[in-house]
Nanobody, 123 residues
Framework: QVLLVESGGGLVQAGGSLRLSCAAS????????RAWFRQAPGKEREFVSA???????YYADSMKDRFAVSRDNAKITVYLQMNSLKPEDTAVYYC?????????????????WGQGTQVTVSS
């Protein structure tokens, strides 16, 4: 059983920064790749970033210059550092993991999901 718990969301002004955390319980190896998705009201869930067991990282093109994914040495907690935030970054951010070890940018390919954390960027 894998449980993912996100934290770190909140309200921030445009240009500000936030760091989200995703802590996993259960088999840590089973929680990689670990990905971040986001979903804004009325929009589909979209890929933000992912980190592999190897440490390789991947980003959506529109966010790679402002967001950075990392993890702790124990590989339990994954972080998403978000800088230069814009109002269009406002969304619920979800942490996800999949049983397959291959990267996917599609939310339907992920097996485990956190509860989500709200990020609101004011203009």
């Amino acid at each position: 059983q894998v449980l993912l718990v996100e934290s770190g969301g909140g309200l921030v002004q445009a240009g500000g920064s936030l760091r989200l955390s995703c802590a996993a319980s259960g088999s840590t190896f089973s929680t990689y790749p670990r990905a971040w998705f986001r979903q804004a009201p009325g929009k589909e869930r979209e890929f933000v970033s992912a980190i592999m067991w190897s440490g390789n990282t991947y980003y959506a093109d529109s966010m790679k210059d402002r967001f950075a994914v990392s993890r702790d040495n124990a590989k339990i907690t994954v972080y998403l550092q978000m800088n230069s935030l814009k109002p269009e970054d406002t969304a619920v951010y979800y942490c996800a993991a999949r049983r397959s070890s291959a990267l996917s940018r599609l939310p339907e390919n992920y097996d485990y999901w956190g509860q989500g954390t709200q990020v609101t960027v004011s203009s």
